[in-house]
C-alpha cells in the first residue's frame, strides 16, 4: 500500500504522538511517587512469609506473623527518620554525597544492629510498667502489639511531616499508653518516666552547648586568625585525636557493651590512649595534606571532611547496635512471650533483629534523602567543621549522660547540637554588628531575614519532641483496647 505523504496528515500524527508521549510523562509522573511504598511493602509481605516459616505450627503464629510484619513497618520507619540525624550534619556540610551518606548508613547500621545489637530486652521496655501488672499472657502481648503500631504510626507522622523525633521515646511512650489502658496509671514507673521527660530539655541543651563551644574553639584558635594553615596543622591533629577518643569511648560504653563490657573508666584510659596516639599519627598527615593550600575556610573545610565522614560512620553503628535493638524489643517480647516464656525478659532472635537492620536500611534507602536534606541544610547551614563539631557533641554528651545516668535520646542531643550550632552563629554575627555601628541601623524586617537558624523548622521539631511519648501513648491506648475488644 502506498504511503500518504499529506502534510495534514503528518501534522495529525505527529499531534496524536505528542499526546501519547504526554500521556505516558503523566503516567510515569503519578506512578513514580508509589514505587517507594510498594517497595516497602513487598518488604512487609516478604517478612511476613519468613515469619510464618518461622513459627509454622506454633499457637499463636498467626499474632507472631502480625507482630513481624509491624516490627518491619517499625523498622522502615526508623531508617526513614531516625538515620538522619547521625548523615545529615556531613551531607549538609558537603563531606559526602547523598548516595554516599545512603550506602555507609546502610551499611554501618546493619552492622551495629547485627553484630552488637541487644541481646536482652527487659520487662516491658526497660521498666516502664510494672511486669507484675501484666501477668495475662495475652493482655502482654497486645500490650507490646499497641505499642509497636503506635510509634510506627508516630513516627510516619513525624516524617511525613519533617521532623526528626525520638525513635526510644516513642516506644516508650507506647509502651506506657497500652500499661496505662491494661492495668491503669499505677502499672507505670512514673519516676524513671519523669527522667525521660526531663531528658528532652537536657540532652538538647547539652548537645547545643556543647557544640557551639567547640565551634566557639575552632573561631578563636582556627577560622578568625591571620594564618589559618598554621593554625590548623597545631589544632587540627589535637581535634582529630579528640574525636578519636571520644568515639572510642563512646564505642565502648554504648555501641559494643553487648559484646565487651567495660566501665567507664576503663573505657575512658583507652579512649585517651586512642586520642594521644590519633593526634600523634596526624600531625605529619595533615601536615602534608595543608601543604600549598590558601590561607582560606574553604582550605579548613578539606581537612575536616574526612574525620567528619569517620564520626558519621560510628554514629550509625552505634545507632544501629542500640536503637534498633530497643524499636525491635516488643517484637521480640511478643515472640518471648508466645513460645511461653511470658513477659520477665526477652532474648532478640537472629531473625528478628535481622528484620531491625535490613528494614532500617530498605527505609533509609527509600525514605531517608529528604529527611537528611532538613536536618543537614534545611535547620542552619553546615559546612564541613560546624557538622564536625555537631557530630563530636553528639558522642561527648551521650557519654556525660551515661555517666550521669541520664535517659537521652541521640536524636534530640543531634538536633540540639545542630541548633547550637545555628544560634551561636546568629549571636557571632549580632556580635560583628554591634561592631559596626553602621550595620544596627539595618531595618527591622532585614536583621529579621538574616536570621541564621529557621524558626519554622524550631518550633515544629520542638512541638513533636514535646507530644511525641504522650501522642504515641493515646494511639497505643486506643489501639490496645480496640485489640482487646476484638479478641474477647
Not at 507522622?157 to 509502651?175: C, E, I, N, R, Y
Not at 596516639?277 to 600531625?283: D, E, I, N, P, Q
Not at 537558624?453 to 493515646?474: D, G, K, M, Y
Request: glycine content about 12%; overall charge positive; some cysteine.
Amino acid at each position: 500500500m502506498r504511503r500518504s505523504s499529506d502534510p495534514r496528515t503528518l501534522k495529525t500524527l505527529d499531534t496524536d504522538l505528542g499526546r501519547i508521549g504526554r500521556l505516558e510523562m503523566a503516567t510515569q509522573a503519578v506512578a513514580r511517587p508509589l514505587v517507594a511504598p510498594g517497595i516497602a511493602l513487598a518488604f512487609m509481605v516478604v517478612v511476613g512469609i519468613g515469619a510464618s516459616v518461622f513459627t509454622g505450627g506454633q499457637p499463636l503464629g498467626l499474632v507472631v506473623v502480625a507482630a513481624a510484619v509491624i516490627g518491619a513497618y517499625m523498622a522502615l520507619n526508623i531508617g526513614a527518620n531516625d538515620v538522619a540525624n547521625n548523615m545529615g550534619p556531613a551531607v549538609g556540610g558537603r563531606a559526602l554525597s547523598m548516595g554516599a551518606a545512603l550506602v555507609i548508613a546502610a551499611v554501618c547500621e546493619t552492622a551495629g544492629a547485627l553484630l552488637a545489637g541487644g541481646e536482652v530486652v527487659g520487662t516491658v521496655s526497660r521498666g516502664i510498667v510494672a511486669p507484675e501488672s501484666l501477668a495475662d499472657n495475652q493482655t502482654f502481648i497486645w500490650a507490646m502489639m499497641a505499642a509497636l503500631i503506635a510509634a510506627a504510626l508516630w513516627i510516619n507522622l513525624a516524617t511525613w511531616l519533617g521532623a526528626p523525633v525520638s525513635t526510644t521515646h516513642s516506644v516508650v511512650g507506647g509502651v506506657m499508653g497500652a500499661g496505662i489502658a491494661a492495668a491503669g496509671f499505677g502499672a507505670v514507673n512514673w519516676p524513671v518516666m519523669g527522667m525521660i521527660a526531663a531528658s528532652w530539655v537536657i540532652s538538647p541543651v547539652m548537645g547545643g552547648v556543647i557544640a557551639a563551644g567547640f565551634l566557639a574553639f575552632l573561631n578563636a584558635r582556627v577560622i578568625h586568625v591571620p594564618d589559618k594553615i598554621a593554625a590548623a596543622r597545631v589544632w587540627v591533629p589535637v581535634l582529630i585525636g579528640v574525636m578519636v577518643g571520644t568515639f572510642t569511648v563512646y564505642m565502648a560504653i554504648k555501641g559494643l557493651n553487648r559484646v565487651v563490657s567495660v566501665g567507664l573508666p576503663v573505657a575512658l584510659g583507652i579512649g585517651g590512649l586512642a586520642g594521644v596516639a590519633t593526634a600523634l599519627v596526624m600531625r605529619p598527615v595533615v601536615a602534608r595534606r595543608s601543604a600549598g593550600m590558601e590561607n582560606r575556610n574553604r582550605s579548613l573545610k578539606a581537612l575536616f571532611a574526612a574525620p567528619l565522614v569517620f564520626a558519621a560512620a560510628l554514629l550509625s553503628f552505634a545507632h544501629g547496635a542500640n536503637d534498633v535493638a530497643n524499636a525491635v524489643g516488643p517484637l521480640a517480647a511478643i515472640v518471648h512471650a508466645v513460645q511461653g516464656g511470658g513477659g520477665a525478659g526477652a532474648a532478640i532472635p537472629l531473625w528478628v533483629m535481622a528484620i531491625g537492620a535490613v528494614g532500617l536500611s530498605v527505609g533509609l534507602m527509600l525514605f531517608g534523602p529528604r529527611m537528611i536534606r532538613m536536618v543537614g541544610s534545611e535547620i542552619t547551614k553546615l559546612n564541613a567543621m560546624r557538622a564536625w563539631c555537631v557530630a563530636l557533641a553528639a558522642a561527648i554528651t551521650v557519654i556525660l549522660a551515661s555517666w550521669l545516668g541520664l535517659p537521652v535520646s541521640s536524636t534530640h542531643i543531634a538536633i540540639g547540637g545542630i541548633f547550637g550550632v545555628g544560634f551561636f552563629r546568629e549571636w557571632y554575627a549580632e556580635r560583628v554588628l554591634r561592631k559596626d555601628r553602621g550595620a544596627l541601623a539595618l531595618p527591622v524586617e532585614e536583621r529579621a531575614r538574616r536570621k541564621l537558624v529557621r524558626r519554622s523548622h524550631f518550633l515544629t521539631i520542638l512541638a513533636a519532641w514535646v507530644i511525641t511519648v504522650p501522642a504515641s501513648a493515646v494511639v497505643s491506648a486506643g489501639v490496645f483496647l480496640l485489640l482487646d475488644r476484638i479478641t474477647l
